[in-house]
């Protein structure tokens, strides 16, 4: 710890010149504990340019203070070091995680929530929260190539989550397509949990050379200090420590936390930084300014680099006049960057950022120690050690409690539902497929420019999102998923994580892709209520111990807090994205079948368990029930099996079971191509004895595929080698009807396109403008 | 380079248009910077898609006044071959090298789908003997609306310079129009972007006759000399 540090002069600004009560240091989200370190830290009291600077640096959004210990679980490297996939770049170390995709090429991606500021201005919200992942991504020196989102909103039926969902929506549609990065869509769901607490996480992933990963630290002494991009004004005063506060009724007044954003300055500040760092040695270091702004760029590089660093900002670009120093080091201004150069370089820089019409704007410099030294119009306005704000924010240990409902989830008997009856399924059926979770999402992608950058191999809609790595020159395509379903994670947090990670993976599966790594986003309610705690820790565990068993490490995501609003938090929400590699063209697999006289394979067996399921949802309003188990050998086999068998160019067409079950999986698998139809034949219900549970049951490690007759009998066989079950259940035809027959019984004999139709058209009828 | 394609800030299907023409037609082409002059020995220009300067006041207003536009210009009124896609078509709209204007979809929202077309018998390149009387073609804009004054209207009809319908139509495009020639035949522009759908892993290739069509002359004339 730093003890020097005479009391610094005057601030140039009178009004910054207060005392620092008590008062003060709580409306800056921090604790009397933390002050008192903060003291300790400094051994004088702050100014209060330098308590904003702590409370931002140690707000739960940057210095995961609730999280870091929990975090620590996640296993960040490969265990086998022959695999594909090797961590290039670990979790935390930089501005995004990178993973080897092979032929010397990186691929760096992460996703980050924007929940906060989109709750309270959806629009900006949202097209702020693509900026800033971008910005992530490209501070690698990768060039992104794709986006997708992991969206939640309460109910459709509420007019105010109607405006959340569209000013969301074109929020993403608008910044990302100005950019000209495809979006791949994602996974939306809608809960009356997320009611006033919508969840918009966003990920980008982007492609470069191994050589060319670019590092975020100011390493140097004497080298230049630059701040590249548009001009600092008061928008965004604070955020990250907005981002850390439970959302109320006066959130509304915090609107000048929101930041503005503008994707024409991003694009061609995106442009302009990959030039510059296509110059050889020309940059050092390079981190965007995000949360907490200039703050954190600068003692984040000092901190990493082992530095000191210098800045005046008097030489900040500011577009606002009268700025004082707490405004400028705590501006979230978006689409700017701090980036140190080589020593007698500048010139190079300023030309390409010249060449753009951008500032770039030589602000400081490294020094040597490790301090962080601020001024203003000749005086020192803040002067801290680097590392304290990065590396010495407290870590808590938060009580945990098992919230009540839990054991009556795990004691929860499927008897208090009553049973389905053959002359209901079809209404049960059309109930789930106009559930807007289950419903089709095209009202959202057809916002998405999702084809620019020729790209696009399988469209949003199937399992995973697919582009061709056409932009690197090489033969390799994408794939992107991202799930996780939060009613088994409220039911059991543990378990429910694991669900998350095997249905991303599995959809990657089914779309033909190896997975590689994880980018998570943890959102969570407040986590000093212990039973909030509770379920954080132990989706962490679970999700945890997922990626050791599967070998797929975390590289990197977000954690976001305090989502609570009005009667309570959200459910946890600890949204998985995997980014999988498929190397050959013949491999990418979808969902949709295109072709009658195809055999269809159930694999893993009969459903056999309703709780936490959607029927329960969408036929009796439910959230409850026994999660599904997860068997994560079984999930591995099953997964093994599909990758195989699609590399033997076996497999037409492949979708796994997920929301709303065997029927609903069926279903969709016919809204591809016009007039395909199907008939299914069920041997008996299964191990539950229920109708129900196994049309619409959601127990996992089960997927269904096409395959062609010839090769029924080799799929069958590889199952049984891997222990998978597989059960061939009947055949696509060119009836343009859904047929499926129980122990000889007819259970449903439905039009397809009607399906389909009640399936497109939910979403779209909701958005209708009255 | 044969194909020069204009980068302004704010282009982002430059890389899409160089890559469908040099890598997958085979043509030589490249990229010119919006402040560069365009070089010696080009035969065709494409303006590409994107949002160039934002797509701020009107979609192209700005880029009209880029400095490289009056060598486009003098280009085109020597008959050198011009191809504006999307944001491109935009751009020579504003710029007064096609009639008519883009303005917002009648929807209100971006559309971005597979889009069907019907072509029409525009001219000996242009017509659905040499390229299909169906298409499909990716769009992807939120200000596609095709609008033009009745006597501007009547012209494009008379003259046959419509090249492609809507059908249906996504956007309220007047008379479903999707792409629109100058009457001289040497500038193109559309909405559709044909360079999305030219390789395997596309949902069509459909944009390959529209790209041959557009750059069929290149074989056979002579290159267009810029005037000082």
Known sequence: METTAAPLPPNPDPCLNVEITPELVAQHGLLPEEYERILGILGRTPNLTELGIFSVMWSEHCAYKNTRKLLKLFPTEKKDKDAIGQVLVKAGDENAGVIDVGEGWGVAFKIESHNHPSAIEPFEGAATGVGGIVRDIFTMGARPVLLTNSLRFGSLESSQVKRLFRGVVSGISHYGNCLGIPNMGGDVYFDDCYEGNPLVNALCAGILRHEEIQKGAATGVG???????????????????FASRELTEESAEDRPAVQKGDPFMEKLLLEACLEMMSIPGLVVGIQDMGAAGLTCSTCETASRGDSGIEIDLDLVPQRETGMNSYEIMLSESQERMLVI????????????????????????????????????????????????????????????????????????????????????VEGALLGLLTHPTIASKRWIWKQYDHMVMSGCTVEPGSDAGVVKLSIAGINKYLAIANDCNNRFC??????????????????????????????????????????????????????????????????????????????????????????????????VTRSGVKDSGLDLILLGGLPDELGGSYYLQSAFNKKEGTCPKVDLDAEMNLQNLLIGQIEEGRICAAHDLSEGGLLVCLAEMLFDAHGIGASVSLPDLGSSGRLDTLLFGESQARAIIAVKPEKCDAVIQAAKNLGVSAHAMGKTDDSSQLKVEVAGTSVINSDVSGLKNAWESAIPKHMEIA | MKVAIIQFPGSNC????????????????GRVWHKDPLPEGVEAVIVPGGFSFGDYLRCGAIARFSPIMSDLQSFADQGGQVLGICNGFQILCESGLLPGALVRNDCMEFRCLNQSLKVEDSNERFNSEALA????????????????????????????????????????????????????????????????AVESHHPCLDGLPVLHAFLQPLLQTSPVQLSA
């Open chain 2, 14 to 29: 430059d890389w899409d248009a160089e890559h469908s023409v040099q890598n997958v037609i085979g043509l030589p082409a």
């Open chain 1, 490 to 587: 409220y039911l059991d947090p543990y378990t429910g994580a694991q669900i998350a990670f095997v249905e991303c993976m599995r959809n990657l599966a089914c779309s033909g892709a190896r997975a590689l790594a994880v980018t998570d986003n943890l959102n969570f309610g407040n986590p000093n209520k212990p039973e909030a705690y509770h379920m954080l820790k132990e989706c962490v565990k679970g999700l945890a111990d997922a990626c050791a068993h599967f070998d797929v490490p975390v590289v990197g995501g977000n954690v976001s807090l305090y989502n609570e609003h009005g009667e309570g938090a959200i459910d946890p929400t600890p949204v998985v994205s995997m980014v999988g590699l498929i190397d050959h063209p013949d491999r």
């Open chain 1, 341 to 424: 150069v080589a020593k007698g370089r500048e010139r190079e820089l300023e030309e390409v950022f010249e060449k753009w019409d951008l500032h770039a704007a030589h602000i400081g410099e490294v020094k040597e120690g490790n301090r962080m030294v601020v001024r203003q119009k000749g005086v020192v306005v803040a002067d801290l050690p680097a590392k304290s704000l990065t590396d010495e924010a407290p870590i808590y240990d938060q009580p945990a409690t098992e919230p009540a409902h839990l054991a009556m989830a795990r004691e929860w008997k499927v008897d208090s539902i009553p049973e389905l009856g053959q002359e209901a």
């Open chain 1, 223 to 241: 080298n230049p200090v630059y701040y590249v991009g548009p001009g600092t004004g008061r928008d965004g005063l604070g955020g990250a420590s």
């Open chain 2, 133 to 196: 009387a169906q298409l499909t073609l990716p769009i992807a804009h939120g200000e596609g609306n095709y609008r033009a004054d009745t006597e501007v209207l009547t012209d494009l009809e008379a003259n046959n310079q419509v090249l492609l319908r809507y059908a249906p139509n996504p956007n309220g495009s007047i008379n479903d129009i999707a792409g629109i020639r100058n009457q001289a035949g040497n500038v193109y522009g559309m909405m559709p972007h044909p360079e999305r």
